[in-house]
């Protein structure tokens, strides 16, 4: 079945220094994203949220960005900082059928180093 | 606002028995509430999607006589897991959605469920 994927699964940074988290997806359906981080041992806490019909959004200290033609979704993620390390999920959602479920990507694990 | 619970956050159960995990939505009802599956290092599975009132919906490969959903009240649902085995063991994780919001969960903290 078609699902949402990720390309590094483990990145590294200096703490103040802008993070890039990529996501492809393959459900040309999918018309929400949502990225959500999770820490150890807790549930996965929303971080930003797209349309499909928007292909920037910003929050604080984080952006996101849907490419719909290549299928891919990235976060960005201004001055990181240690407390920003955890796990990172994209999760799609593709309407129709599958109307308000999330298929989540594998993830990736993000240090920050201080 | 949008705040989920879980309880308990941790259990140990011997083979064979049953185990029952809540999830409560404490600040709003939710109508629909999902329930997930995590292994280590892995991503969140959906296995099912509790609707108040109704039968859940299973996803393709979870077995519902093994895992019981109840879905009592507009803010708690409950998730048994009958005749737990070791591979039973994960961290289960549910999320609420908002009513009015159909694309936007909220997760509870998790559940570690380890068989022995």
């Known amino acids: 079945g078609e699902s949402v994927g990720l390309h590094l699964p483990t990145l590294s940074v200096q703490e103040g220094d802008n993070s890039i988290i990529n996501c492809a997806y393959s459900?040309?359906?999918?018309?929400?994203f949502i990225w959500y981080k999770q820490e150890s041992g807790k549930g996965p806490q929303f971080i930003i949220d797209i349309r499909s019909n928007m292909d920037k959004r910003q929050g604080q200290r984080v952006t996101v960005l849907l490419n719909k033609t290549v299928k891919h979704l990235s976060l960005q993620i201004a001055a990181t900082q240690p407390g920003d390390s955890a796990v990172y999920f994209c999760a799609e959602n593709a309407g129709g059928t599958s109307y308000g479920k999330l298929t989540f990507g594998q993830g990736t694990i993000l240090t920050v180093h201080p | 606002g949008a705040v989920v619970s879980q309880h308990p956050s941790r259990v140990i159960c011997k083979s064979g028995t049953s185990v029952k995990i809540e999830c409560r939505s404490l600040d709003f009802q939710a109508t629909t509430m999902f329930w997930y599956r995590q292994f280590p290092k892995k991503s969140l599975m959906l296995m099912a999607t509790s609707n108040e009132g109704s039968k859940a919906t299973y996803e393709q490969g979870v077995e519902k006589d093994k895992f019981l959903i109840n879905h009592a009240s507009l803010t708690l649902s409950t998730l048994t897991v009958t005749s737990a085995h070791p591979e039973d063991s994960s961290f289960y994780i549910c999320s609420a959605r908002l009513p009015r919001a159909p694309y936007e969960q909220y997760f509870g903290p998790g559940t570690r469920l380890t068989v022995t």
């Open positions: 459900n040309s359906a999918s018309d929400y």
